[in-house]
Nanobody, 125 residues
Framework: QVQLVESGGGLVQAGGSLRLSCLAS????????MGWFRQAPGLEREFVTG????????TYADSVKGRFTISKDNAKGTVYLQMNSLRPEDTAVYYC??????????????????WGQGTQVTVSS
């Protein structure tokens, strides 16, 4: 099973930026869509953004649209999440995930079969 390792989290002031990375342990991920989710304390894990296997199609939660950008570098085996104009409500553990099937851009939790360990993002006001 492919392993996913996130990095790039940290503490940032409101209005600042962070870039998260997710490295897949094997090239298999290149043929599947990827996504980012987040989970704040006491809340359910929620969809943030997804990208199809080609990297050409993306979708975003309304709460991050226009501020976050997902991208995929198949040569490096990495998916990125560029987060700009961060807000305190963006504070959460962020997880990358690998889609179960090749087609489309999955958005539901059960559409993903492999998960990273998560990276903490904290936005101070």
């Amino acid at each position: 099973q492919v392993q996913l390792v996130e990095s790039g989290g940290g503490l940032v002031q409101a209005g600042g930026s962070l870039r998260l990375s997710c490295l897949a342990s094997e090239p298999t991920y290149r043929a599947f869509p990827m996504g980012w989710f987040r989970q704040a304390p006491g809340l359910e894990r929620e969809f943030v953004t997804g990208i199809d296997w080609t990297g050409g199609r993306t979708t975003y939660a309304d709460s991050v649209k226009g501020r976050f950008t997902i991208s995929k570098d198949n040569a490096k085996g990495t998916v990125y999440l560029q987060m700009n104009s961060l807000r305190p409500e963006d504070t959460a553990v962020y997880y990358c995930a690998l889609g179960r099937v090749r087609a489309g851009v999955p958005t539901f939790l059960n559409d993903f079969g492999s998960w990273g360990q998560g990276t903490q993002v904290t936005v101070s006001s």
